[in-house]
């Protein structure tokens, strides 16, 4: 293999470009490789996986798809986490009522 072709051919593939992360669909490859997966790489990395055989570049459509499902289960995980997140105070008997009748908290003080 000529090392030089090579690396020109990565730097062109990662030249032509444009975004920092590309989205690339996976191809059969003969150890065993899925064809048709979705992943969102970085650019260096996109320009390798093409080089070397094992993936295209996406078109728009399915890595626009791709984007706003991983946006919809960032947003999901998020409210999962904030939900495990919430606090809550025991309060004694005296508190409590301290509240009910408008207190300002312990009566304590």
Do not use: H, N, W
């Not at 090392?3 to 690339?24: S, T």
């Not at 295209?56 to 904030?82: H, N, V, W, Y």
Request: charged share 35%; glycine share 6%.
């Amino acid at each position: 293999m000529d090392l030089r072709a090579y690396y020109r051919k990565l730097r062109e593939i990662e030249k032509a470009l444009v975004e920092d992360f590309v989205v690339v669909r996976s191809l059969a490859t003969a150890d065993g490789g899925v064809a048709g997966r979705l992943a969102e790489v970085a650019r260096a990395v996109a320009a390798k996986l093409v080089a070397d055989g094992v993936a295209e570049i996406a078109p728009k459509e399915e890595a626009d798809a791709l984007r706003q499902t991983m946006a919809e289960e960032k947003k999901r995980e998020d409210q999962k986490r904030l939900a495990a997140k919430i606090q809550f105070t025991v309060l004694s008997e005296t508190d409590l009522r301290a509240l009910q009748k408008g207190g300002r908290g312990s009566s304590k003080e």
